[in-house]
């Protein structure tokens, strides 16, 4: 199948800082790519949708000058946490579905942020 | 937008059959979701059902899917202690193709 990886797997910063997260399609185009965001012990939930040449949309309740997004090529969507604070710790994960069958999405591994 | 959830904790025995629930609100999902989260670790697929279906099989997992119920169920057979994880099911909006996706279950294996 597909495959999905996130960059970095972990990151520890310190509060203020601000932290960038890449996410890569490896072996096909992804006009459209997913973030959620996984506190501890709870679901995933849909933090916006990525898409290529265009703004991000955002789910109701998420910041977008916080959580910056930017789909700059078909293969790479990035997500920046800015002024990050301890707050924003959580495991922060990313998808993309299959264009062709577009009946499946695959993950990235996640990236576990804390913040100190 | 859809609205899933699962019972929270399951226990088994090694070699009994698991049987995860979940339920949603969302009719117009056009498929339906397993997935599977070790602990620290990502999302793996397990299975999936369009929704113009009521069963798949596939070697020990059987989905069940009860339209008229809203309600879908996971079955895992001759449970193992490396099946103990966190399951989610999850369902997509028609359309929008990024997925909702329930509380998740814990599962634990005791052996």
């Known amino acids: 199948g597909a495959v999905v990886s996130q960059h970095p797997s972990w990151v520890i910063c310190k509060s203020g800082t601000s932290v960038k997260i890449e996410c890569r399609s490896l072996d096909f185009q992804a006009t459209t790519m997913f973030w959620y965001r996984q506190f501890p012990k709870q679901s995933l939930m849909l933090m916006a949708t990525?898409?290529?040449?265009?703004?991000?949309?955002?789910e109701q309740g998420v910041e977008k000058d916080k959580f910056l997004i930017n789909h700059a090529s078909l293969t790479l969507s990035t997500l920046t946490v800015t002024s990050a604070h301890p707050e924003d710790s959580s495991f922060y994960i990313c998808?993309?579905?299959?264009?062709?069958?577009?009946?499946?999405?695959?993950f990235g591994p996640g990236t576990r942020l804390t913040v100190l | 937008g859809e609205d899933v959830e699962q019972s929270l904790f399951l226990s088994v025995r090694e070699g009994d059959s698991s049987v995860i629930n979940c339920t949603y609100t969302d009719s117009s999902s056009t498929y339906l979701y397993w997935y599977k989260q070790e602990p620290g670790a990502g999302l793996q697929l397990l299975t999936y059902i369009f929704s113009n279906m009521d069963m798949k099989q596939d070697q020990r997992l059987t989905v069940l899917l009860n339209k008229k119920d809203k309600h879908l169920s996971l079955r895992i057979a001759d449970t193992q202690t490396g099946d103990s994880a966190i399951y989610f099911c999850?369902?997509?909006?028609?359309?929008?193709?990024?997925?909702?996706f329930g509380s998740g279950t814990r599962l634990q294996v005791q052996p």
């Open positions: 999850a369902g997509a909006d028609t359309g929008r193709r990024a997925l909702t």
């Open positions: 998808s993309a579905p299959d264009r062709v069958s577009n009946n499946e999405q695959f």
């Open positions: 990525s898409n290529e040449g265009s703004k991000a949309t955002y």
